[in-house]
């Protein structure tokens, strides 16, 4: 009898499956109506990164009426592979983008199993036929929020939470170090980790212990506001990540990284509205964007670059610039995010001669790092205090 | 720097830290006292943490927002009550959804209300001139918030009654040998209950804590594993209020040492440190003479059913 049930269930399922799969066999028609899959690492409601990509996300929905999105939130690393199922086989999803690195496995695996689908995978470094990846970067506004800290604190101690030991958040902590270091040789970067990208009460204990040690100035990479909120009611100063954080420390929030995934996302979905990506040409598809593709930005708000309350602090900083002679510090901030924003980049922070902080040449003279190389960056620059697992 | 400012930032940052574990130890302890084992900590205590956090936003008062944290936290642990009392469900399996249940209604509730700072928050509190005693001025008098205080107040008050009145007897007969509380007349389930809501409104208070005075803000998932932290001291406890805020205090200090010894010992050893506490602390109580030494409410986990004890 049982045996009969077991049989009966595996019978419908089999009928199911094959059902779906004639259904999602057929490839995306350019110009048809585009329905297209977000998996999500976090709460929408993070207020960080995944909070960022659901916003790029209505952004898209508002710009193009053919488009249909679905999301699954909190997605558990490893549980990808259910979820991309679920979006292809039961919505009649063209395109599914998975917006964590930890989900690089599962994506790779799906692009496999549905060679006429479309995959973008955020963060990672493998791809396929049909499979793209992409990354929006702050390492050039850590560097400019360096160039800041290190003007404006009075210990020459900087403080920075940072969530994993990962090559995202040591290039970020390097180029915040030679921010600070271009304007203040005496700038120390003093770094705790706290193992988690949301966990606001660690983060909370991490900035505090960071002013226990004399810190006074704070950057940060974690998904929640926490870091900004323990400076501001101290009276220090901050900046924020990832998301507008001026709401939360209007007096103190100096500058920070807003991240506009939109810019990505619109741009790849036009492409395959379009016909120009295709699930057989993404092989060599790799999106590095930065400050020029303006799917990152420099502020503490939205169109508020420095925090208005400290710009005259910051052009009364003068310091003696190799090139432009004495230059106030604003200046400097101003000139460096024009040269890295406008169209031809002429500055990049990682240039050589750049040694580690155990004195061994990492970047050549006259040469900048490389985007691999800073994708596998497990160095720290000169100026960083604390662990950092993993150094060579 | 100094020995002293460590010892005094360390101190402080304990006061501030340990107090949403030792409240929600504190309300564990009553519970399992009973004989309640209630795994919902964490769900209690998230759920304060929103609640806390919604109407402190929505009315400008942290007090408010801090007793409504508490009655939600209370009126959410009788869904456990209810099962495993009323019902006598598996006491784990119930705690466990509690969890569960806490943390999802949590973050679909939450959804809007991430990214938004408190305006008005618990304020911190510096006692004129108490603050000015060499050494303990700082660690107590300075920047610390009501809460802190009115925590370590429910100490001796909580330990007064389960150990000095009549109604400290009668809890913890039920949870020792219910039967015989029942044949002396005492109703084991409203007693229950009543430990049961009393350990959900302390865990809510918990929460509305963290939201409203620790940081302020709602983040989902926010509580991280606090509330199992809490199950833990309990246990570290002996179920003895006095030794509960030992314990809680000595995790929270082990806590932000683990931020500030990083420059020294790795980082992943120092995380693990309060945890490897908590385990090596369990094993230790596991053992069973000293466990029979102790007391573990002998009724612990185990429904009560009159004719059946």
């Known amino acids: 009898m049982r045996t009969k049930v077991v049989l009966v269930i595996l019978l419908v399922m089999a009928v199911v499956f094959s059902l779906a799969s004639v259904a999602m066999a057929k490839e995306y028609v350019p110009g048809e109506p585009l329905k297209v899959g977000f998996v999500y690492v976090g709460p929408i409601s993070d207020y960080g990164w995944t909070f960022a990509h659901d916003e790029a996300r209505l952004i898209c929905m508002d710009a193009f009426p053919w488009l249909e999105t679905v999301y699954v939130e909190s997605v558990p690393e490893g549980d990808e592979p259910l979820v991309i199922d679920k979006f292809i086989q039961e919505e009649g999803c063209h395109v599914v983008f998975t917006t964590s690195f930890g989900f690089i496995d599962g994506t790779v695996a799906a692009a496999q199993r549905y060679p006429d689908k ?3 995978h955020c963060s990672g470094y493998l791809r396929n036929p049909n499979m793209a990846t992409y990354m929006a970067d702050f390492y050039q506004i850590y560097y400019l929020n360096g160039l800041i800290a290190g003007a404006l604190t009075k210990s020459n101690k900087l403080g920075y939470v940072g969530a994993f030991p990962i090559p995202e958040l040591k290039r970020h902590i390097s180029a915040f170090a030679i921010g600070a270091r271009e304007v203040n040789p005496d700038a120390e970067v003093h770094v705790r980790w706290i193992n988690s990208w949301v966990d606001p009460v660690a983060a909370k204990e991490a900035a505090e212990a960071l002013i226990a040690d004399g810190c006074d100035v704070f950057a940060f990479t974690e998904d929640t506001a926490a870091v ?11 900046f924020g990540h990832y998301s507008p954080m001026y709401v939360f420390s209007p007096e103190y929030c100096v500058s920070g990284q807003i991240a506009h995934w939109e810019a990505i996302y619109l741009d790849f979905l036009e492409k395959i509205y379009s ?16 400050l020029q593709e303006k799917a990152v930005e420099m502020g503490a708000d939205k169109g508020m670059i420095i925090n208005p309350a400290y710009e005259d602090q910051l052009k009364g900083i003068y310091v003696d610039d190799p090139v432009f002679g004495k230059i106030s510090v604003y200046d400097l901030v101003m000139t460096r995010l024009r040269q890295m924003a406008d169209p031809g980049v002429t500055f990049d922070p990682f240039q050589g001669p750049l040694y ?8 050549l003279e006259d040469c900048t790092l490389s985007v691999s190389g800073m994708t596998t960056m497990q160095w720290a620059v000169e100026g960083i205090v604390g662990p950092w697992a993993g150094e060579p | 720097m ?10 402080s940052r304990t006061l501030a830290y340990g107090t949403p574990l030792l409240l929600g130890t504190l309300g564990e302890i009553y519970a ?49 009550a209810f099962a495993s009392i009323t019902l006598k469900a598996n006491q ?7 969890t569960m249940l806490g943390l999802g209604l949590s973050g679909v509730l939450g959804r809007s209300w991430g990214g938004k700072p408190l305006p008005v928050s618990v304020p911190e509190i510096t006692v004129p001139g108490l603050s000015k005693i060499p050494f303990l001025g700082p660690i107590l008098f300075e920047g610390q918030n009501l809460l802190v205080y009115l925590t370590i107040l429910l100490v001796p008050l909580l330990w007064y009654i389960l150990y000095r009145t009549r109604i400290g007897i009668i809890i913890r007969s039920v949870g020792e040998n219910p039967a015989t509380a029942d044949s ?15 350990g959900g409104i302390l865990a809510g208070a918990a929460g509305g804590y963290l939201s409203v005075a620790y940081r302020p803000a709602w983040t989902e998932g926010m509580t991280a594993g606090m509330g199992w932290i809490v199950i833990a001291l309990t246990i570290f406890a002996f179920w003895n209020p006095a030794l509960g805020m030992v314990g809680a205090y000595l995790f929270a200090a082990l806590y932000h040492l683990s931020f500030r010894l990083q420059p020294w010992v790795s980082p992943e050893l120092l995380h693990a440190m309060p945890y490897a506490f908590a385990i090596f602390v369990l094993v230790l109580v596991s053992r069973g003479t000293l466990q029979k030494k102790m007391g573990a409410p002998a009724a612990l986990t185990l429904p009560y059913t009159r004719g059946e004890g």
Not at chain 2, 92 to 98: F, K
């Open chain 1, 118 to 120: 479309i995959f973008f």
């Open chain 1, 228 to 238: 900004v909120q323990v400076a501001a009611d101290k009276g220090l100063l901050s």
């Open chain 1, 275 to 290: 016909g120009k990506y295709t699930a057989h040409n993404l092989q060599d598809v790799d999106y590095w964007w930065l």
């Open chain 1, 356 to 363: 580690d902080r155990k004195g061994i040449l990492r970047v």
């Open chain 2, 2 to 11: 100094g020995w002293e400012t460590w010892i005094i930032a360390t101190l």
């Open chain 2, 32 to 80: 399992e006292r009973s004989g309640v084992l209630n795994l919902g900590v964490e769900g209690m205590m998230i759920m304060g943490a929103y609640a806390g956090f919604s109407t402190a936003y929505t009315t400008g008062s942290p007090w408010l927002g801090i007793i409504v944290a508490a009655l939600v936290g209370g009126a959410f642990s009788l869904i456990h």
């Open chain 2, 92 to 98: 784990v399996v119930s705690g466990l959804a509690l």
């Open chain 2, 184 to 198: 002396l007349g005492i109703n084991v389930g409203r007693v229950r209950y009543l430990c049961v809501v009393v």
